[in-house]
């Protein structure tokens, strides 16, 4: 990974002195996502929103439909995207887009209008996070209308692809689900010398604000307080993303379990991951044992699977400005609400063979905006960290 | 089981014929169960209490501590049993004794007072759950300092061991955890035809009433309010007891992995249980066909085995008063809690062979103060719901 | 008042004996009030449910739309008033019609369906409480369709008309802020003999539950949690009956100010009543002192003060199974939660002539469902607490 | 006020170039306004904390105690004021001291090691709150340990007492409730030529971190969640500073009526102001009608009201950095939470001649730490919002 913890770069400093500003649209900008991107670009430096819009608030200053925004640096009308006034040359004159959009409707949004855009596109929605069209097919019971786009878009996880990140022009912001699993297995997945991991079971629990503003009984005050529930609990789209980059990662094809839960709080995602694990045959014939079971069944050697964890993840996010490994304790969601941050820790159990890593990040900022400015922050060349108050 | 689903029996009538009561004792009534418990025997048409104790709330009126129960009917004073003026007698002449005591008061208590005793104990504390006292030792720490009587104790669960709890003397309350996921595995695991279960992996979350009423930050409203965490998630106590009943259910030993989670709720358990299957040779041979895999890709084996798991859990339960199986359907907490049910179901994952059973229960009622008063009413020859209102 | 304290009466040893059931309808009854209505009718012993209406859960079984309410002991599908089939002979053979409607929608379904009706009509609705017409168009914007029968229906406060409602064959049940605040008012606006109240200011506060089951922005989940707001704060259509319930109870017209506020819970009502108070003339002159003023000034005459509204609020409610009177204790809203009770207390600020009156109930319950089947109960001569669980 | 609205001043600039920073020691760190003072200060270009303390967690880092602050940047461990190696030396050598400190904490800490300290002492406490020791002694039935420094400190709410703030030394900093409470009267209390207010009732609403992190029953999630209730209905110590401050700014004594109560949420302070309005005599004289209540019978008169009460809010705040006025809109807690801001709303009710204001605060950070800040910045001649991301 290169990224540079915390150091703040020389373009930053050159855009400071030459007053120069990005010029940034953001399309679907009132919903819970568009919030957390206008508040964050609006204590960014160099974020010059140039246009918003909403179809359901057309004409609505953000301030009006956000009050606690009042103060707001470019405050302004949203526009509808269905309008006949809808001003392309704006949107085309931007150096960054930002999409908002509900499934299938970024794909639309670009076809209809960015397919010569020459800025950078920033696609907060699902459309173009599989790169292989058959499995968005299979996920998104779906056909793709950009069969052949999907390729161009790097999937926007830094702490992964901070190389592809870098002056690309098209990103395909993560999942919350994945981008809190996924961060969590990288490390042992990637080339572990130690042990395999037989299956992957994740357990993982959303703050209401992951599914939306979405106007259902299920997702009232009266529904959600004092109640949790599993949804979802076989074929969640989330799952097809999660397997796509564990493949990528550990070069093995892995079918996950998933289940999701909704849990009766605004913000934040807990997962909960099962990893069923098994020592490599080469580490164990070294040491004369035969069975995973008996080669844990030593102190020793349970301490030398914690040390490799432990300087797994550390070494893999030693740059990492995002991402904290906690070792043996446990993650709560209340360490990284309102945050950017991604939270790791793990129990090891030694009568089942089995990891339990936890990770806990805030759905909306790493899980969603906050990441989306990573994304947009490393790829401008600009401070990885920039709005993102660290 | 031999449960009469909702008939009133005759004793009942006859009782409330001979205005004859039972004379009701509460060991250590002021906490979140004792709470419970004293609302439950307050509508129970043969509850009458004689003694209610709380080192802490000694002289005060159970309508002070708890205001809602401002018309108690057996409105009294708790008393202390640290108290030289501890009224043993009316403790002995009373017919029922329910101990809500934290780990090792339960036991101190017997030995000190109820060795002689000949009415009925119900011990919602966890001192005598565990069969075989090396168990006990292993999961409490601590050594039992009454383990002749373990195997006295019936573990109460009726749905379970109803035959053995009529009649009983000495009955010990199950926990909160273990009930939700026991009643959630028996129908499965017991005297399984058509598959084994290869691993059990439970992934559990409780309200805080679950944790009793104890002054720590961790329990504090702004700690607990926007939040989620696991816990103990390598040796919960609760392991024991659900190893233990499998054991006896199935006849098999599993070593489980169980992790629970703390939900921003007053009250109710979720277990997501997650069980890797594998049909038994003998079908899999009968249908030719040689893994589990290649028998699951056929829609009309996942058919059979749906049907399968339908017939066992509906015949296992037809005849109970508290669970409830909703099939496919995922039950949630808001469904049971203030309730003594327990509400049962299920996905099957094809892709990774995972069976979720998915079971709430509120861990006060079902899980504690309801299932209690169900082993009263059971073990007295009450009708099961007596007070339990359905 | 004429309410027997929980002396079951005669009549229901009666109908026990007869075996014979109350045949209820229930209009609109998939609501949060119409749950709850349900959820107190499968309790009582003599109701019997013969027809549950929701045009929006057309066909659905009571227990699909509640799960909770799986063992319903009249389990049966909701069928819609606006089908051709909706079957008004069952509605007509009825002994109790519980009315579960929005606003103007109670007086249509009066006009539609029950003008020849015989049986008992419980409106739980609104439009049936204001007694003069033109109160009625001031308050709800709207000509009243039924003039001449907003006469017939008593006001349904038990501790304040049982004699009208006992053989009433019209109820209209009062609102859930009314409520509170009328029960809390009565005691000392009737009759008072030492102090006049010279203005009523009610800050009141509901859970969201209040509002119905409203599908919008500012119900959903992540709108009202970590939120507080006042609305409505100046023309609340409860304002109309409060104000006409006090000039019934103490012969004066009041304008109150009424601010109601939204709470971040499921249910329950806080009303904060703040009345600043004068002592009548004939009091003052007789201690010889001029203004309140001076005369509170003497601690002998503020415990006047406090004796004198403890007398008032105990004699007033000696004989009620439901509303409960603390002194100057403060009650909570989970004192009432789940109950039908009402608990008022008080504190008299010296400073300002201001008595601070504080009264909680749970708007499900006292504020709607429980409050009308203590209607029905006096109305047809029952226990007044049956299904009301005491 | 001579708030310069949002311009980055002079000295910020100037102290970047030469890299001077503000050395901070923050006494009681700890607390929930300790944790929000350090995320404002590690956030605060100028700011170097150079002590912080906590009896309950020496030698604990910073980031132990709070995890959120993993990435602190002066991460420093917890000193103890009553450990013997307590380096005085540090803290006199400090700019600037924070007192994070419960009642009566605060004096003795300065009493102790600050009477010859030339820096900046921000109290955040309440004991230098009140300027008249009899007000002191009334309000928190104590002697005063430092009589003579009552005057000494400035009442630190910037948007009344910006010129005394400036470059003064020592600064008491408002409670939540009266910041919540001045803010929103001051603008009409402040020589107003229209009406006179007869009197001032003020229904408070607090989140549970408004108590601090006390480990007592009243503040368990399950005592405070889905609850509601009314505490210190007559004499909060609030009330001696909001009395205090009204006749400040108006020149008139009140006797204010208030009642706090406990909202179920972490954060956030919601006061609804009841203000009973008197045109004044001239105002009526000059249009020929004699009584208020004719007065407003006219809705001329009505609006002309209103655009006095747009008027004077508009002005008094135009320069001000974080008070918003939203004219009849109704602010939420919402709006400001994770703010410095206080917004401002108001309702007029004719039928009662009561003026309703409603104003809201996060009691952490305009209530509290924030405020401090904000006090901080201006004290020393920095940007007003510095620190507080506007």
Redesign the interface.
Same mark, same amino acid.
């Given at each position: 990974m290169e990224q540079n913890k !915390?150091n703040d770069n020389k373009l930053n400093t050159k855009l400071v002195n030459q007053k120069k500003l990005v010029k940034i649209a953001v399309i679907g900008a009132a919903g819970?996502t568009g919030f957390e991107l206008l508040k964050i670009l609006n204590?960014h430096k160099f974020a010059n929103i140039v246009l918003v819009t909403s179809n359901q608030n057309e004409s609505k200053l953000i301030s009006e439909v956000f009050?606690?925004l009042?103060?707001f640096k470019n405050n302004q009308k949203f526009l509808s995207t269905e309008s006949k006034s809808f001003p392309i040359n704006i949107l085309l004159k931007s150096n960054v887009v930002f999409l908002c959009l509900p499934p299938f409707e970024s794909m639309n949004f670009i076809k209809n209008y960015l397919l010569d855009y020459s800025g950078l596109i920033i696609d907060i929605g699902s459309d173009f996070r599989l790169k292989d069209y058959k499995d968005y097919k299979y996920w998104y019971q779906n056909d793709h209308i950009l069969k052949d786009s999907l390729k161009d878009f790097v999937y926007g996880i830094p702490e992964l692809y901070f190389k592809d990140i870098k002056g690309s022009k098209k990103i395909s912001n993560p999942g919350c689900y994945p981008t809190s699993v996924i961060l969590a297995l990288a490390p042992i997945i990637k080339e572990n010398k130690l042990f395999e991991i037989i299956?992957i079971?994740i357990?993982a629990?959303s703050g209401?604000?992951g599914a939306g @503003?979405k /106007? @259902?009984?299920m997702?009232?005050?009266?529904?959600?307080?004092?109640? #949790? !529930?599993?949804?979802s609990?076989?074929m969640h789209r989330h799952i097809g993303e999660i397997e796509q980059e564990i493949k990528r990662i550990s070069g093995k094809s892995y079918?996950?379990?998933f289940?999701p839960?909704l /849990?009766?709080?605004?913000r934040?995602i807990?997962s909960?991951i099962?990893c069923?694990i098994k020592f490599l045959e080469a580490v164990e014939a070294k040491k004369t044992i035969t069975t995973s079971e008996e080669y844990l069944n030593t102190d020793k050697n349970v301490l030398e699977l914690k040390n490799y964890i432990d300087l797994q993840f550390k070494s893999f996010y030693k740059n990492s400005?995002f991402v904290?490994f !906690?070792g043996e304790?446990?993650?709560?969601?209340?360490?990284?609400?309102?945050?950017n941050?991604c939270?790791i820790g793990y129990? #090891?159990?030694i009568?089942?063979n089995?990891l339990?890593i936890?990770s806990v990040i805030d759905n909306l900022l790493k899980g969603a905006s906050g990441q989306a400015v990573q994304n947009m922050n490393i790829a401008l060349g600009l401070t990885e960290h920039e709005g993102l108050?660290?």
């Open positions: !915390l819970y204590r009050p606690s009042l103060d299956d079971n357990d629990k209401v604000s @503003k /106007l @259902k009984e997702y009232l005050f009266c529904s959600v307080n004092e109640n #949790f !529930l599993a949804y609990p076989l079918k996950v379990s289940t839960h /849990l009766p709080i605004n934040g807990f909960t099962y069923k400005n904290r !906690l304790e446990i993650p709560q969601i209340k360490d990284v609400v309102n945050t941050y939270y129990s #090891f159990d009568r089942t089995i339990k936890f108050i660290i």
